[in-house]
């Protein structure tokens, strides 16, 4: 396949190779010639559209017309510019229809994860030191890379996760920080976690406890540096003890109800709502007909496709969540004087989005078509099963942080262009295109790009279920894992001292 027409109302067609000026695009009805060189991923018009005029993809506007464009011109950004400006008043709560696309009562299916002794589950028996402050990152990778080098048996990793952040904060960043680190603490893949202070900082060990509320003592181990004469001595002791601690837990099966599986595309090109977003929807449809539960973020990659989600919320309360945290993060960009809609990413419009209605429209689809069942803000943590929406931003870092910390088993992360990156939790890296997939074999973890290759939706999203049936069970590992790329990234908004 050369085009995809993605739906019978769009006004372009997006080419899947590049092309040369002068070339055919045969459709069933009509054969366009480019009247220029069009790269793979960018779009051509299929018919004259008037300056002013609305263009349509997926069957929705990503933006106007700013010129007159002839049949077979690229479309980008010299010729249509987006709708969008400021925060929306939004209609009153509609009850959502029920949904068409909702699947068969699926066959049980299990995977073999951990329960932990407070009932949480885990697909990972790993160790984590969380450091409480930036100023001691070193000494958490050293400690580290000393305990993964022990090999301790029945521990899949000792891992530690950097940040600048914890002393010299106030206020909501403060609080922020020690949200998403008490979460990561609180995290299920962890079987034991290291709490390392330095013992001046804002975050200060003490405080840290008071956030990170009740805790198993077996499980969670304190350690101040400053008040020690070697830490990394005593810092190794404690992984021992985590380690031995860590060796009691077997995995065990689970039903897929117990699989939290978090959602973020990044790196994004022309195909990534026609290949890998579309893909992870018919998946996160999927794992939640199985009673399982996926959670979807950034908050500004929703603008412009935002009432497809709202025409899907649960109740009134959920819909008027995601009025709020839609509107919300409009006014964080107002208050800081910063356009609403600066976005597309340079990489994404050198991919072939245009417009953030077009990114948008590519985004969400990774939702799929159930109901949003709930809104959680900023560090919070998943409470129901189903598709939940995170409060957070596009940055690839920090929203997969927020995902992690939201209590996500593992995130699939869909690109265009690649990236090594991933999260505290296995980082599925999804390519959209088999080029992508083929050029990058230690980043990539699965080829979406098989959809425009001849392979079927429904037989490419069971290998995707199998994939992560599979990698929650421990059987393969993903990339980031493999190469110890596990970082973290948190959001700030104030003032630093």
Known sequence: MDHIVVHDQDHVVVVLRDYEKGENI??????????????RGHKVALKPIKSGDAVHKYGFPIGFAT????????VHTHNIKTTLEGTLDYNTYQPMEESSNTHSEPQERT???????????????????????????????????????MNFEGVDAVSH??????????????????????????????????????????????????????????????LSVQQVEDELEAGLELIEELAEYAA?????????????????????????????????????????????????TEVPEMFGAETILMDRAQDEQVFNGIVDMVNGFKDYFIKHDQVVYENPSPGNKEGGI??????????????????????????GRLKKNGLSLLQGPGNDLVSVTALSASGAHMVIFT????????????????????????????????????????KKMEEVSEELLDYVVELASGNVRTHNEKHGFKEIALFKDGVIL
């Open 354 to 379: 245009t417009t953030l209605e077009e990114k948008s429209l590519g985004c969400v689809q990774k939702g799929g078509f159930s109901p949003v069942v709930d809104v959680l803000p900023y560090g």
């Open 67 to 74: 010129v007159d464009i002839e049949e077979g011109t690229w």
């Open 415 to 454: 690109t265009g262009r690649g990236t090594p990156f991933g999260g505290p939790v296995p980082t599925i890296k999804m390519s959209t295109n088999t080029p992508l997939f083929e050029r990058k074999k230690n980043w990539i973890d699965f080829n979406a790009g098989e959809l425009v290759q001849g």
């Open 248 to 296: 009691s837990f077997k995995r065990e099966p689970l039903p897929l109800s117990k699989l939290k599986v978090g959602l973020k595309c990044g790196g994004s090109d022309g195909l990534s709502g026609i290949t890998a977003n579309p893909l992870v929807g018919v998946f996160s449809d999927k794992l939640i007909a199985h009673g399982g539960s996926t959670v979807l």
């Open 161 to 222: 996760f950097p940040h600048p952040f914890g002393c010299s904060q106030l206020g909501d960043d403060l609080h922020a920080t020690q949200k998403i680190l008490s979460n990561l603490v609180a995290h299920p893949n962890a079987a034991g976690v290291l709490v390392l202070g330095l013992g001046c900082e804002n975050n200060y060990i003490d405080a840290f406890k008071k956030v990170i509320g009740d805790y198993d003592e077996d499980r969670v181990k304190f």
């Open 111 to 149: 995977f073999q994860g951990y329960v932990r002794k407070n009932g949480d589950i885990g697909i990972r028996n790993e160790i984590w030191i969380v450091n409480t402050v930036g100023c001691i990152n070193k000494t958490a990778e050293v400690l580290a890379k000393q305990g993964d080098q």
């Open 26 to 39: 045969q459709l069933e009805e009509q054969t366009i010639t480019l009247k220029e060189d069009v790269k």
